[in-house]
Protein backbone atom coordinates (compact mmCIF):
# COMPACT_ATOMS: atom_id res chain seq x y z
CA UNK A 1 0.00 0.00 0.00
CA UNK A 2 2.45 2.36 1.12
CA UNK A 3 4.76 1.68 -2.64
CA UNK A 4 1.34 2.29 -4.07
CA UNK A 5 0.57 5.46 -2.90
CA UNK A 6 4.15 6.78 -2.89
CA UNK A 7 3.79 5.86 -6.80
CA UNK A 8 0.74 8.00 -7.18
CA UNK A 9 2.26 11.29 -5.30
CA UNK A 10 5.04 10.41 -7.76
CA UNK A 11 2.37 10.66 -10.80
CA UNK A 12 0.89 13.91 -9.17
CA UNK A 13 4.10 15.68 -8.65
CA UNK A 14 5.12 15.24 -12.08
CA UNK A 15 1.38 16.61 -13.85
CA UNK A 16 1.53 19.45 -11.53
CA UNK A 17 5.29 20.99 -12.75
CA UNK A 18 4.51 20.57 -16.34
CA UNK A 19 1.16 22.20 -16.13
CA UNK A 20 3.57 25.40 -14.60
CA UNK A 21 5.74 24.85 -16.93
CA UNK A 22 3.05 25.48 -19.72
CA UNK A 23 1.68 27.85 -17.75
CA UNK A 24 4.82 29.92 -17.46
CA UNK A 25 5.61 29.78 -21.49
CA UNK A 26 1.87 31.04 -22.28
CA UNK A 27 2.61 33.95 -20.20
CA UNK A 28 6.11 35.01 -21.76
CA UNK A 29 7.28 37.14 -19.13
CA UNK A 30 9.86 38.26 -21.47
CA UNK A 31 7.93 39.30 -25.00
CA UNK A 32 9.47 37.15 -26.55
CA UNK A 33 7.54 35.00 -29.54
CA UNK A 34 6.41 31.70 -27.71
CA UNK A 35 8.71 28.83 -27.56
CA UNK A 36 6.57 25.99 -28.97
CA UNK A 37 6.81 22.23 -27.91
CA UNK A 38 7.95 19.69 -30.60
CA UNK A 39 6.65 15.99 -30.02
CA UNK A 40 10.05 15.07 -29.27
CA UNK A 41 10.89 18.10 -26.84
CA UNK A 42 13.61 19.85 -29.16
CA UNK A 43 12.49 23.58 -28.70
CA UNK A 44 12.43 25.73 -31.66
CA UNK A 45 14.49 29.38 -31.54
CA UNK A 46 12.38 31.70 -33.67
CA UNK A 47 14.81 34.91 -33.87
CA UNK A 48 15.55 37.58 -36.45
CA UNK A 49 18.14 40.34 -35.92
CA UNK A 50 19.61 43.32 -37.85
CA UNK A 51 23.37 42.06 -38.92
CA UNK A 52 24.88 44.71 -40.95
CA UNK A 53 23.94 48.02 -42.09
CA UNK A 54 25.85 50.02 -44.64
CA UNK A 55 24.59 53.77 -43.87
CA UNK A 56 26.51 56.01 -46.04
CA UNK A 57 25.76 55.69 -49.66
CA UNK A 58 22.99 52.89 -50.25
CA UNK A 59 21.20 52.32 -46.72
CA UNK A 60 21.08 48.79 -46.88
CA UNK A 61 20.17 47.09 -43.89
CA UNK A 62 20.83 43.41 -43.52
CA UNK A 63 19.31 40.65 -41.57
CA UNK A 64 20.16 37.41 -40.21
CA UNK A 65 17.72 34.58 -39.42
CA UNK A 66 19.66 33.01 -36.54
CA UNK A 67 17.43 31.18 -35.29
CA UNK A 68 15.86 27.34 -36.66
CA UNK A 69 12.33 28.59 -37.53
CA UNK A 70 11.63 30.46 -40.89
CA UNK A 71 9.95 33.61 -40.53
CA UNK A 72 7.58 35.56 -42.57
CA UNK A 73 9.01 39.93 -42.26
CA UNK A 74 6.08 40.95 -44.11
CA UNK A 75 4.40 42.64 -41.31
CA UNK A 76 7.38 43.00 -39.72
CA UNK A 77 8.80 47.07 -39.62
CA UNK A 78 12.16 48.61 -39.38
CA UNK A 79 11.77 52.10 -37.30
CA UNK A 80 14.80 54.67 -37.92
CA UNK A 81 13.34 56.82 -34.75
CA UNK A 82 9.79 58.77 -34.28
CA UNK A 83 7.74 59.20 -37.50
CA UNK A 84 10.42 56.92 -39.51
CA UNK A 85 8.86 53.81 -40.08
CA UNK A 86 8.54 51.48 -43.05
CA UNK A 87 7.18 47.57 -43.24
CA UNK A 88 9.37 45.60 -44.47
CA UNK A 89 6.56 43.81 -46.45
CA UNK A 90 5.20 46.98 -48.24
CA UNK A 91 6.66 47.17 -52.05
CA UNK A 92 6.11 50.84 -51.97
CA UNK A 93 8.25 51.56 -48.69
CA UNK A 94 10.91 48.94 -48.85
CA UNK A 95 13.25 47.75 -51.20
CA UNK A 96 14.34 43.90 -51.50
CA UNK A 97 17.98 44.28 -52.68
CA UNK A 98 18.60 40.29 -51.89
CA UNK A 99 16.89 37.54 -50.13
CA UNK A 100 12.88 37.02 -49.23
CA UNK A 101 10.83 38.01 -46.70
CA UNK A 102 10.38 34.59 -46.13
CA UNK A 103 13.61 34.18 -44.24
CA UNK A 104 14.50 30.89 -43.70
CA UNK A 105 16.93 29.97 -41.12
CA UNK A 106 21.09 30.78 -41.80
CA UNK A 107 19.36 33.26 -44.61
CA UNK A 108 19.84 36.82 -45.04
CA UNK A 109 17.30 39.22 -45.97
CA UNK A 110 18.75 42.85 -47.69
CA UNK A 111 16.91 45.46 -48.12
CA UNK A 112 16.89 49.40 -48.15
CA UNK A 113 14.18 51.97 -47.09
CA UNK A 114 12.42 53.74 -50.45
CA UNK A 115 12.02 57.38 -49.48
CA UNK A 116 13.34 57.13 -45.98
CA UNK A 117 17.11 57.85 -45.42
CA UNK A 118 19.44 56.72 -42.88
CA UNK A 119 21.38 59.34 -40.85
CA UNK A 120 24.73 59.44 -42.38
CA UNK A 121 26.22 61.22 -38.44
CA UNK A 122 24.25 59.72 -35.82
CA UNK A 123 21.73 57.39 -36.14
CA UNK A 124 20.14 54.14 -34.54
CA UNK A 125 17.64 51.47 -36.46
CA UNK A 126 15.30 48.95 -34.60
CA UNK A 127 13.24 45.82 -35.98
CA UNK A 128 9.81 45.36 -34.80
CA UNK A 129 7.51 42.48 -35.16
CA UNK A 130 4.56 44.68 -35.57
CA UNK A 131 3.64 48.35 -35.28
CA UNK A 132 1.19 47.93 -32.44
CA UNK A 133 3.84 50.20 -29.98
CA UNK A 134 7.17 51.62 -31.41
CA UNK A 135 8.15 52.40 -27.83
CA UNK A 136 7.21 48.69 -26.38
CA UNK A 137 10.01 46.21 -25.27
CA UNK A 138 7.55 43.79 -26.52
CA UNK A 139 7.69 44.24 -29.98
CA UNK A 140 11.34 45.37 -30.39
CA UNK A 141 13.17 42.24 -31.87
CA UNK A 142 16.77 43.67 -32.94
CA UNK A 143 18.86 47.45 -32.83
CA UNK A 144 22.26 48.98 -33.33
CA UNK A 145 23.10 52.72 -33.27
CA UNK A 146 25.50 54.23 -34.81
CA UNK A 147 27.84 57.62 -34.22
CA UNK A 148 26.26 58.69 -31.03
CA UNK A 149 24.09 57.33 -28.36
CA UNK A 150 20.49 58.95 -27.74
CA UNK A 151 18.06 57.41 -30.33
CA UNK A 152 14.28 57.62 -29.34
CA UNK A 153 14.63 53.55 -29.67
CA UNK A 154 17.28 52.86 -27.27
CA UNK A 155 15.61 52.74 -24.15
CA UNK A 156 13.48 50.62 -25.68
CA UNK A 157 15.94 48.51 -26.71
CA UNK A 158 17.50 48.17 -23.48
CA UNK A 159 14.34 47.78 -21.75
CA UNK A 160 14.08 44.89 -23.51
CA UNK A 161 17.63 43.78 -22.89
CA UNK A 162 19.04 43.69 -26.41
CA UNK A 163 21.47 46.63 -26.28
CA UNK A 164 23.70 48.62 -23.84
CA UNK A 165 22.67 51.81 -22.34
CA UNK A 166 24.73 54.51 -24.20
CA UNK A 167 26.25 52.38 -26.34
CA UNK A 168 26.94 52.96 -30.03
CA UNK A 169 29.63 51.88 -32.94
CA UNK A 170 31.80 54.93 -33.87
CA UNK A 171 31.09 56.35 -37.82
CA UNK A 172 32.86 54.39 -40.37
CA UNK A 173 33.90 56.11 -43.83
CA UNK A 174 32.45 55.55 -46.94
CA UNK A 175 32.74 52.29 -48.29
CA UNK A 176 32.55 50.67 -45.23
CA UNK A 177 29.81 49.56 -42.85
CA UNK A 178 29.16 48.55 -39.04
CA UNK A 179 28.68 44.59 -38.15
CA UNK A 180 27.55 42.17 -35.73
CA UNK A 181 30.08 39.81 -34.14
CA UNK A 182 27.18 37.50 -33.73
CA UNK A 183 27.85 37.03 -29.49
CA UNK A 184 26.03 39.33 -27.15
CA UNK A 185 23.82 42.00 -26.96
CA UNK A 186 26.06 45.45 -26.47
CA UNK A 187 27.49 47.53 -28.93
CA UNK A 188 31.08 45.92 -28.01
CA UNK A 189 29.54 43.00 -30.53
CA UNK A 190 29.49 45.34 -33.21
CA UNK A 191 32.33 46.90 -35.39
CA UNK A 192 33.10 48.79 -38.34
CA UNK A 193 34.51 46.91 -41.44
CA UNK A 194 36.12 48.02 -44.93
CA UNK A 195 34.57 44.51 -45.79
CA UNK A 196 30.88 44.86 -46.24
CA UNK A 197 29.22 41.76 -46.93
CA UNK A 198 25.96 42.43 -47.45
CA UNK A 199 23.87 39.01 -47.78
CA UNK A 200 26.51 36.93 -46.66
CA UNK A 201 28.80 35.98 -43.65
CA UNK A 202 30.31 39.25 -41.80
CA UNK A 203 34.35 39.67 -42.37
CA UNK A 204 35.95 42.00 -39.99
CA UNK A 205 38.89 43.97 -41.59
CA UNK A 206 39.86 47.50 -39.98
CA UNK A 207 37.73 50.39 -41.59
CA UNK A 208 40.60 53.26 -43.17
CA UNK A 209 40.42 56.22 -40.99
CA UNK A 210 37.77 58.90 -42.76
CA UNK A 211 39.73 61.11 -45.31
CA UNK A 212 38.65 64.54 -45.69
CA UNK A 213 40.26 66.18 -49.16
CA UNK A 214 39.29 68.06 -51.56
CA UNK A 215 41.37 69.11 -54.31
CA UNK A 216 42.14 71.30 -57.31
CA UNK A 217 41.70 68.62 -60.48
CA UNK A 218 41.78 70.46 -63.53
CA UNK A 219 41.96 74.20 -64.99
CA UNK A 220 41.29 75.70 -68.18
CA UNK A 221 42.69 78.85 -67.47
CA UNK A 222 42.08 80.84 -70.89
CA UNK A 223 39.25 81.05 -72.03
CA UNK A 224 36.52 80.34 -69.46
CA UNK A 225 38.38 80.08 -66.66
CA UNK A 226 36.54 77.03 -65.40
CA UNK A 227 38.19 75.39 -62.12
CA UNK A 228 37.41 72.03 -61.09
CA UNK A 229 37.31 70.78 -57.92
CA UNK A 230 37.47 66.72 -56.92
CA UNK A 231 36.77 65.06 -53.41
CA UNK A 232 39.31 62.41 -53.19
CA UNK A 233 38.69 61.65 -49.44
CA UNK A 234 35.47 59.58 -47.98
CA UNK A 235 33.49 61.79 -46.50
CA UNK A 236 31.50 64.40 -48.06
CA UNK A 237 32.64 67.82 -47.72
CA UNK A 238 30.55 71.25 -47.71
CA UNK A 239 32.42 73.50 -49.51
CA UNK A 240 30.00 76.53 -49.21
CA UNK A 241 32.64 78.68 -46.58
CA UNK A 242 35.57 77.41 -48.61
CA UNK A 243 37.34 79.75 -50.53
CA UNK A 244 39.96 80.10 -53.41
CA UNK A 245 43.05 82.64 -53.86
CA UNK A 246 44.25 83.63 -57.00
CA UNK A 247 47.05 86.00 -55.17
CA UNK A 248 46.95 89.09 -52.87
CA UNK A 249 43.43 91.17 -52.69
CA UNK A 250 42.22 88.22 -55.14
CA UNK A 251 39.61 86.33 -53.19
CA UNK A 252 36.15 84.52 -53.97
CA UNK A 253 34.03 82.39 -51.39
CA UNK A 254 32.50 79.38 -53.27
CA UNK A 255 29.10 79.37 -52.02
CA UNK A 256 29.10 83.20 -52.57
CA UNK A 257 26.04 83.20 -55.81
CA UNK A 258 27.32 87.10 -56.07
CA UNK A 259 31.31 85.37 -56.82
CA UNK A 260 31.23 81.98 -57.69
CA UNK A 261 29.09 80.45 -60.94
CA UNK A 262 28.63 76.73 -60.26
CA UNK A 263 29.17 75.21 -63.68
CA UNK A 264 28.35 71.84 -62.59
CA UNK A 265 27.71 70.00 -59.38
CA UNK A 266 27.42 70.56 -55.70
CA UNK A 267 28.85 72.38 -53.18
CA UNK A 268 28.18 69.60 -50.92
CA UNK A 269 30.57 67.51 -52.75
CA UNK A 270 30.52 63.91 -52.00
CA UNK A 271 33.57 61.31 -52.43
CA UNK A 272 34.13 60.49 -55.96
CA UNK A 273 32.34 63.89 -57.09
CA UNK A 274 33.62 66.43 -58.81
CA UNK A 275 32.83 70.59 -58.70
CA UNK A 276 33.47 72.88 -61.52
CA UNK A 277 33.41 76.71 -60.56
CA UNK A 278 34.12 80.19 -62.62
CA UNK A 279 34.97 83.13 -60.32
CA UNK A 280 31.94 85.90 -61.65
CA UNK A 281 34.16 89.16 -61.37
CA UNK A 282 37.93 87.93 -61.10
CA UNK A 283 40.22 86.39 -63.95
CA UNK A 284 42.37 83.76 -64.02
CA UNK A 285 45.80 85.34 -65.81
CA UNK A 286 46.54 84.09 -69.42
CA UNK A 287 50.00 84.62 -68.92
CA UNK A 288 51.81 83.25 -65.22
CA UNK A 289 48.81 82.51 -62.07
CA UNK A 290 48.75 80.56 -59.74
CA UNK A 291 45.47 78.88 -57.51
CA UNK A 292 44.92 78.40 -54.35
CA UNK A 293 42.14 76.58 -52.18
CA UNK A 294 41.23 77.69 -48.52
CA UNK A 295 39.17 76.13 -45.70
CA UNK A 296 38.13 79.42 -44.58
CA UNK A 297 39.55 83.02 -44.95
CA UNK A 298 40.73 83.47 -41.42
CA UNK A 299 44.43 83.71 -42.83
CA UNK A 300 45.50 83.36 -46.52
CA UNK A 301 48.78 83.40 -45.76
CA UNK A 302 48.72 80.16 -43.23
CA UNK A 303 49.66 77.08 -43.81
CA UNK A 304 46.95 75.78 -41.79
CA UNK A 305 44.07 76.65 -43.71
CA UNK A 306 45.61 76.10 -47.87
CA UNK A 307 44.05 72.75 -48.95
CA UNK A 308 45.49 72.44 -52.42
CA UNK A 309 47.63 74.49 -54.71
CA UNK A 310 48.77 74.67 -58.51
CA UNK A 311 50.10 77.73 -60.55
CA UNK A 312 51.63 77.69 -64.82
CA UNK A 313 53.26 79.75 -66.59
CA UNK A 314 55.98 80.92 -64.05
CA UNK A 315 57.07 80.07 -60.64
CA UNK A 316 56.38 82.93 -57.79
CA UNK A 317 52.96 83.20 -57.14
CA UNK A 318 52.17 84.73 -53.46
CA UNK A 319 50.56 81.79 -52.16
CA UNK A 320 53.57 79.35 -53.73
CA UNK A 321 55.66 79.49 -50.19
CA UNK A 322 52.36 79.16 -48.14
CA UNK A 323 51.95 75.72 -50.17
CA UNK A 324 55.41 74.49 -49.88
CA UNK A 325 55.25 75.18 -46.35
CA UNK A 326 51.70 72.87 -46.06
CA UNK A 327 53.79 70.19 -48.04
CA UNK A 328 50.97 70.39 -51.22
CA UNK A 329 53.62 72.06 -53.66
CA UNK A 330 57.25 72.13 -54.75
CA UNK A 331 59.39 75.24 -54.42
CA UNK A 332 59.58 77.16 -58.03
CA UNK A 333 57.56 74.24 -59.33
CA UNK A 334 54.70 75.37 -62.18
CA UNK A 335 52.94 74.05 -65.22
CA UNK A 336 53.57 74.88 -68.39
CA UNK A 337 51.87 77.18 -70.43
CA UNK A 338 49.17 75.42 -72.31
CA UNK A 339 47.04 76.69 -75.80
CA UNK A 340 43.57 77.53 -76.38
CA UNK A 341 41.51 74.79 -76.10
CA UNK A 342 43.46 72.36 -73.27
CA UNK A 343 43.62 72.94 -69.88
CA UNK A 344 46.29 71.89 -67.19
CA UNK A 345 44.87 68.44 -65.00
CA UNK A 346 46.25 66.68 -61.85
CA UNK A 347 47.47 63.09 -62.22
CA UNK A 348 46.30 62.08 -58.84
CA UNK A 349 49.69 60.95 -57.88
CA UNK A 350 50.99 63.52 -55.49
CA UNK A 351 52.16 67.15 -54.62
CA UNK A 352 54.42 68.96 -57.35
CA UNK A 353 54.26 69.96 -60.52
CA UNK A 354 55.43 67.00 -62.00
CA UNK A 355 52.12 65.68 -61.12
CA UNK A 356 50.11 68.32 -63.70
CA UNK A 357 50.56 68.71 -67.00
CA UNK A 358 48.44 69.97 -69.69
CA UNK A 359 46.23 68.24 -71.90
CA UNK A 360 44.45 68.40 -75.05
CA UNK A 361 40.93 66.95 -73.79
CA UNK A 362 39.26 68.83 -71.41
CA UNK A 363 37.32 66.51 -69.39
CA UNK A 364 35.63 69.45 -66.52
CA UNK A 365 33.15 66.76 -64.42
CA UNK A 366 34.49 64.05 -65.38
CA UNK A 367 38.10 61.69 -64.87
CA UNK A 368 40.89 63.15 -66.51
CA UNK A 369 42.84 62.12 -69.16
CA UNK A 370 45.95 63.77 -70.47
CA UNK A 371 46.39 63.96 -74.27
CA UNK A 372 49.47 65.73 -75.80
CA UNK A 373 48.85 68.91 -76.33
CA UNK A 374 48.70 70.49 -79.87
CA UNK A 375 50.08 73.81 -79.97
CA UNK A 376 49.34 75.51 -82.74
CA UNK A 377 51.58 79.17 -83.19
CA UNK A 378 49.62 80.82 -86.25
CA UNK A 379 49.29 84.46 -87.36
CA UNK A 380 48.14 85.67 -90.94
CA UNK A 381 47.39 88.53 -92.30
CA UNK A 382 43.78 89.29 -92.52
CA UNK A 383 42.75 92.36 -94.06
CA UNK A 384 44.21 95.56 -95.94
CA UNK A 385 43.38 99.08 -96.55
CA UNK A 386 45.81 100.42 -98.88
CA UNK A 387 44.11 103.47 -100.30
CA UNK A 388 43.89 105.96 -97.46
CA UNK A 389 45.19 104.55 -94.30
CA UNK A 390 47.46 101.70 -95.03
CA UNK A 391 45.64 100.30 -92.76
CA UNK A 392 46.95 96.01 -92.13
CA UNK A 393 45.03 93.71 -89.67
CA UNK A 394 47.03 90.77 -88.37
CA UNK A 395 44.83 88.14 -86.81
CA UNK A 396 46.26 85.27 -84.54
CA UNK A 397 44.44 82.35 -85.62
CA UNK A 398 46.31 79.94 -83.56
CA UNK A 399 46.05 78.81 -80.33
CA UNK A 400 48.74 80.20 -78.39
CA UNK A 401 49.76 84.12 -77.65
CA UNK A 402 52.38 85.09 -79.85
CA UNK A 403 54.96 88.24 -79.29
CA UNK A 404 55.58 90.08 -82.87
CA UNK A 405 57.74 92.52 -81.15
CA UNK A 406 60.28 91.04 -83.61
CA UNK A 407 58.24 90.36 -86.76
CA UNK A 408 58.86 92.15 -89.42
CA UNK A 409 56.31 93.06 -92.18
CA UNK A 410 57.52 93.34 -96.01
CA UNK A 411 56.41 95.22 -99.41
CA UNK A 412 59.51 94.48 -101.59
CA UNK A 413 63.27 94.60 -101.39
CA UNK A 414 64.17 97.13 -99.52
CA UNK A 415 60.66 98.08 -97.78
CA UNK A 416 60.74 96.19 -94.44
CA UNK A 417 59.49 97.38 -91.34
CA UNK A 418 59.54 95.94 -88.12
CA UNK A 419 56.02 95.49 -86.29
CA UNK A 420 57.48 96.57 -82.44
CA UNK A 421 59.48 99.37 -83.64
CA UNK A 422 57.76 101.90 -82.11
CA UNK A 423 59.83 104.77 -85.19
CA UNK A 424 58.13 102.74 -88.11
CA UNK A 425 55.10 101.22 -86.87
CA UNK A 426 51.93 103.22 -85.91
CA UNK A 427 49.44 100.37 -83.69
CA UNK A 428 46.07 101.70 -84.88
CA UNK A 429 44.84 99.42 -82.28
CA UNK A 430 45.19 95.52 -80.37
CA UNK A 431 48.91 94.77 -78.25
CA UNK A 432 51.64 93.43 -80.33
CA UNK A 433 51.46 90.48 -77.33
CA UNK A 434 48.54 88.88 -80.05
CA UNK A 435 46.16 86.35 -78.25
CA UNK A 436 44.25 83.68 -80.12
CA UNK A 437 41.49 84.98 -81.50
CA UNK A 438 42.81 88.56 -81.08
CA UNK A 439 43.56 91.31 -84.12
CA UNK A 440 46.39 93.95 -84.62
CA UNK A 441 45.95 96.59 -86.38
CA UNK A 442 49.41 98.75 -87.65
CA UNK A 443 50.47 101.21 -90.23
CA UNK A 444 53.67 101.69 -91.54
CA UNK A 445 55.01 104.98 -90.69
CA UNK A 446 57.47 106.06 -93.16
CA UNK A 447 56.60 103.54 -95.94
CA UNK A 448 53.78 103.34 -97.98
CA UNK A 449 51.37 100.87 -99.37
CA UNK A 450 51.09 100.49 -103.11
CA UNK A 451 47.67 101.29 -104.30
CA UNK A 452 47.38 99.96 -107.60
CA UNK A 453 49.54 96.19 -107.57
CA UNK A 454 51.65 95.60 -104.35
CA UNK A 455 52.33 92.35 -101.87
CA UNK A 456 52.86 92.41 -98.26
CA UNK A 457 54.46 89.91 -96.66
CA UNK A 458 54.81 88.83 -92.73
CA UNK A 459 58.07 87.57 -91.71
CA UNK A 460 58.74 85.87 -87.98
CA UNK A 461 62.35 87.57 -88.46
CA UNK A 462 64.25 89.42 -90.32
CA UNK A 463 67.32 87.02 -91.08
CA UNK A 464 66.44 86.44 -95.24
CA UNK A 465 63.09 87.84 -96.76
CA UNK A 466 63.81 85.53 -99.62
CA UNK A 467 63.95 82.95 -96.88
CA UNK A 468 60.39 80.52 -96.66
CA UNK A 469 61.25 78.80 -93.43
CA UNK A 470 60.67 82.69 -92.17
CA UNK A 471 57.26 83.79 -94.32
CA UNK A 472 54.55 83.44 -92.10
CA UNK A 473 51.57 85.35 -94.28
CA UNK A 474 51.27 86.58 -97.82
CA UNK A 475 48.82 88.68 -100.06
CA UNK A 476 48.93 90.65 -102.84
CA UNK A 477 46.64 92.71 -105.00
CA UNK A 478 46.11 94.39 -108.29
CA UNK A 479 48.71 92.17 -110.40
CA UNK A 480 51.31 89.31 -110.01
CA UNK A 481 54.93 89.41 -109.73
CA UNK A 482 55.49 90.85 -106.00
CA UNK A 483 59.16 89.98 -105.08
CA UNK A 484 57.98 88.15 -102.29
CA UNK A 485 55.42 85.98 -104.32
CA UNK A 486 58.04 83.19 -105.16
CA UNK A 487 58.72 83.00 -101.81
CA UNK A 488 55.07 82.52 -100.82
CA UNK A 489 54.90 80.68 -103.10
CA UNK A 490 57.63 78.08 -101.92
CA UNK A 491 56.24 78.09 -98.95
CA UNK A 492 52.55 76.97 -99.65
CA UNK A 493 51.14 80.31 -98.51
CA UNK A 494 50.18 81.50 -101.90
CA UNK A 495 49.47 80.60 -105.38
CA UNK A 496 51.68 81.18 -108.32
CA UNK A 497 50.09 83.87 -110.67
CA UNK A 498 47.53 84.98 -108.07
CA UNK A 499 46.50 88.16 -107.09
CA UNK A 500 43.36 90.03 -105.43
CA UNK A 501 41.66 91.99 -107.96
CA UNK A 502 41.89 95.81 -106.78
CA UNK A 503 39.53 97.10 -103.95
CA UNK A 504 37.85 100.13 -104.13
CA UNK A 505 38.36 103.50 -102.79
CA UNK A 506 37.39 102.98 -98.77
CA UNK A 507 37.22 99.25 -98.64
CA UNK A 508 40.06 96.90 -98.12
CA UNK A 509 40.88 93.63 -99.06
CA UNK A 510 39.79 90.42 -96.34
CA UNK A 511 40.79 86.97 -95.89
CA UNK A 512 38.18 84.54 -95.67
CA UNK A 513 39.51 82.15 -93.39
CA UNK A 514 40.01 79.33 -95.54
CA UNK A 515 42.81 77.99 -97.60
CA UNK A 516 45.98 79.63 -98.78
CA UNK A 517 45.47 81.23 -102.17
CA UNK A 518 43.86 84.35 -104.10
CA UNK A 519 40.83 82.96 -104.13
CA UNK A 520 40.91 83.26 -100.68
CA UNK A 521 40.57 86.96 -100.46
CA UNK A 522 38.01 89.44 -101.90
CA UNK A 523 36.43 93.21 -101.30
CA UNK A 524 35.33 93.81 -97.80
CA UNK A 525 33.42 96.78 -96.32
CA UNK A 526 36.34 97.48 -93.70
CA UNK A 527 36.14 96.19 -90.59
CA UNK A 528 39.40 96.60 -89.31
CA UNK A 529 39.78 95.25 -85.47
CA UNK A 530 36.90 92.75 -86.19
CA UNK A 531 35.70 89.68 -87.69
CA UNK A 532 35.87 90.28 -91.51
CA UNK A 533 32.30 91.62 -93.38
CA UNK A 534 30.57 90.05 -96.20
CA UNK A 535 33.83 89.39 -98.54
CA UNK A 536 33.57 90.07 -102.21
CA UNK A 537 30.20 91.90 -102.05
CA UNK A 538 30.90 94.85 -104.37
CA UNK A 539 30.34 97.93 -102.99
CA UNK A 540 28.57 100.96 -104.94
CA UNK A 541 29.28 104.79 -105.06
CA UNK A 542 27.39 105.88 -102.33
CA UNK A 543 29.02 103.49 -100.21
CA UNK A 544 32.64 104.65 -101.53
CA UNK A 545 32.24 108.20 -100.65
CA UNK A 546 30.64 107.12 -97.40
CA UNK A 547 33.89 105.47 -96.56
CA UNK A 548 35.90 107.99 -98.01
Not at 89 to 117: K, M, N, Q, R
Not at 374 to 387: C, D, G, K, P
Amino acid sequence: MKNYLLSLLTVLAVWSCSEDDAYNDDLDPGGEDPVEETPDSTTEVRSVIINEVEYLVNDHIELYNNGDVAVDLTNYWMCLGPGQYFRIGDAEATEIVSGSVSLEPSEYLVIAPVALEASNNAGGLGLYANNDNFGSAANIRSFVQWGASGNAREVVAVEAGIWNAGGFIPNVPTGASIAYDGEGNTSDDWSGTSTPTLGEGNTFTEPVSEVRSIIINEVEYLVDDYIELYNNGTVTVDLSEYWMCLGPGRYFRIGDGDATKIVSGSVSLAPGEYLVITPMVLDAPNDAGGLGLYANNDNFGSADNIRSFVQWGAAGNAREVVAVEAGIWNAGGYVPHVPIGASIAYDGEGLTSDDWAGTGIITFGEENIFKEVVVERSVIINEVEYFLNDDIELYNNGNITVDLSDYWMCLGPGKYFRVGDGDATEVVSGSVSLAPGEFLVISPVVLEVPNDAGGLGLYANNNGFGNADNIRSFVQWGAAGNAREVVAVEAGIWNAGGFVSGALKGASIAYDGEGFTSDDWGVDSRSLGEDNGAIGIGIGAEEIGRLE
